[in-house]
């Protein structure tokens, strides 16, 4: 077993490599240059652990993890583009610096490029992994359009944004860690329940990203606090709050969404607090993370085998005292 | 043999359906409508004839042709937004009606799809054609990136442009061709041979596309002439007269591309025909069709066999009298 820390060390390697020929240089560069720039590569290691769940990493695991993370980062490449933003991983996005023409093809290109790696891997179960990474790339694309057919949406309800959010990051998470799994030569049974780990902590992981956005400590949480507050995003918490605020706090709320005063964030945090969001936040942050959890223990192989995917949410999730 | 008009009417009948869901209807509603507005399928058809060039026509090459169709889309949808298109097909463009986000999202989705549609053939030869796809897909963004990068390029050479303009377009129907035939059971060195006859139809294709706006009858091109000319876009004509006029005629042509006069196209395709352009273009893409027949007529079946494709390069290729 190599475990977390090694599994991220090994891909680093792996990826550690020009994805794309030289030219056309006004094509390539900008994609070889933006991979480089790296991210956390969570997806790829959660690949390697399904597979190490069940057996030895075999090198079929490590192209599957560069097509997931090609896959990624083209996706990146594209809601960037879509949302118009001006900086990604603390650098101009691709768009901004290369025009938008060419990070939307580079775009193009990266998702080509995950399915030439997908391709590399043994005949006997290519259908079965393309299959599954075609679903969730599709399912991926279905998410991040309700992302953006929610912006304009004053009902979103939570049972709507949970469908939103599970497309949107979830499923890659889960479907990472069954191709793995695939790979691994786990049974079906065992590939659903790994698959429902992953899914379940993905919504675990949104809950607490969410979360640290509104009540996060700035030091820790590396970026602005309120973001989403003052953007109106909708997010569990805003959703929640709607949806619990009675009286005096519910007509506060409302006033809020309307205007962009400079205690903005302070006084909805002020509703938030007084409608429990924080704790009720907490709360679904644990229970999904049961769920997740709970799945992993059904999973028929013996406990020290889990150990890597335990110190995965750990590394995840930080969990309540 | 069912020839080419039945093969274009059992496309059509095979490709009428819904191909998304009906959630989102935000993304999926506007590719219907797109996909259903048509085109000619003539990549498609050329699968089905590729296919049946070697036996009878297998469902696999069904699902193939879809895919190719949907992919052929995705890359007229993207290639829109990045040319800032109004108009397709007589119609406003998909970013033009839904906007520039679900246009772009939508091509992402087309795309995978397309990967769906692969993904249901024989596992025998999926790996083949996934392989011949997926190298294809690059090498079309290649060709767009390049005729991206020649607008701003006063050097292009016709090396340069037949390089584009193959990666752009022939690599695609040449593709089509051989992922029929690889159905169809043909032997590698056939493959090849049908792949060389669509890559050279398809440039003597695009060589009488380019000539076609300067020289065209404008009731039967369908579209106002000199288009070319006035938006001083490379092609076959404009790259050979720079390299091949001398004198005043040299002169006349570098001082209209720096100009928008009333003129412009009739003082350009004069100089153009005391260049001969217009003579050396025919002969280009004679030499071109040739070649591509050629190709075609090495191919070891029966030449009864090969009538379909003989009149496929008829429907596309006007032959000189």
Same mark, same amino acid.
């Given at each position: 077993?190599?475990? !977390? ?28 240059? *933006? ?29 599957? %993890? ?7 980062? *083209? ?28 990070? !939307? ?69 889960? +479907?990472?860690?069954?191709?793995? +799994? ?18 379940? !902590? ?45 009286? %005096? ?73």
């Amino acid at each position: 077993m190599q475990g !977390l820390e090694n599994l991220q060390l090994s891909f680093e390697t792996y990826f550690a490599h020009r994805h794309f020929p030289s030219v056309p240089k006004t094509l390539y560069d900008p994609l070889e240059e *933006f991979l480089a720039n790296g991210g956390k590569r969570i997806r790829p290691v959660m690949c390697l652990l399904g597979n190490e769940l069940f057996g030895n990493v075999h090198p079929d695991a490590y192209h599957i %993890s560069a097509a997931i993370e090609l896959f990624h980062n *083209f996706t990146l490449v594209h809601d960037d583009i879509m949302d118009k933003a001006p900086l990604r991983r603390g650098k101009p996005t691709v768009h901004q610096v290369h025009g938008e023409p060419t990070a !939307l093809l580079g775009g193009d290109v990266m998702l080509v490029a995950a399915y030439e790696y997908i391709n590399r891997i043994d005949a006997a179960y290519l259908k079965k992994v393309l299959s599954l990474f075609n679903r969730t790339a599709r399912e991926v694309c279905e998410g991040q359009q309700l992302d953006m057919d929610f912006e304009s949406l004053s009902n979103v309800t939570l049972s709507d944004y949970l469908t939103m959010i599970t497309l949107k990051t979830s499923v890659l998470l889960a +479907a990472s860690l069954q191709m793995g +799994a695939i790979v691994g030569g786990a049974s079906e049974g065992n590939q659903q329940l790994i698959y429902s780990f992953g899914k379940n !902590l993905g919504i675990a992981f949104q809950i607490q990203d969410d979360y640290l956005d509104a009540f996060g400590d700035p030091l820790s949480f590396g970026k602005q606090v309120g973001g989403d507050i003052r953007s109106n995003k909708k997010t569990f918490l805003l959703i929640h709050a709607l949806e619990a605020a009675t009286g %005096s706090d519910r007509e506060q709320l409302h006033a809020a969404l309307l205007e962009n005063t400079e205690d903005k964030v302070e006084r909805v945090l002020g509703i938030y607090k007084r409608c429990g969001v924080d704790v009720w936040a907490e709360k679904l942050k644990q229970d999904y993370l049961n769920r997740a959890l709970h799945s992993l223990e059904e999973i028929a192989v013996s406990a020290s085998r889990k150990q890597s995917l335990v110190a995965l949410s750990h590394y995840l999730i930080k969990r309540e005292k």
